[in-house]
């Protein structure tokens, strides 16, 4: 795969998943946390955000 793919591959997921709009968001449901938590429920958030984008990169085309 060329870099110009990759790049437009990377455009793409960050314009759809938006960590700039997201932000706002997260940090109104971290509010109040210590800062024990507030990483836990950022190490849970990638987790669960990655193993959608995986299952969709393995079932996406038959799923559509």
């Known amino acids: 795969m060329s870099l110009s793919a990759w790049l437009s591959d990377f455009i793409t997921l960050f314009v759809v998943i938006d960590p700039i709009g997201v932000l706002p968001i997260y940090l109104s449901a ?35």
């Open 30 to 64: 971290i509010a109040g946390m210590n800062s024990a938590d507030s990483r836990r429920v950022g190490r849970l958030s990638i987790v669960i955000s990655f193993g959608v984008l995986v299952l969709f990169l393995l079932i996406g085309q038959a799923l559509l």
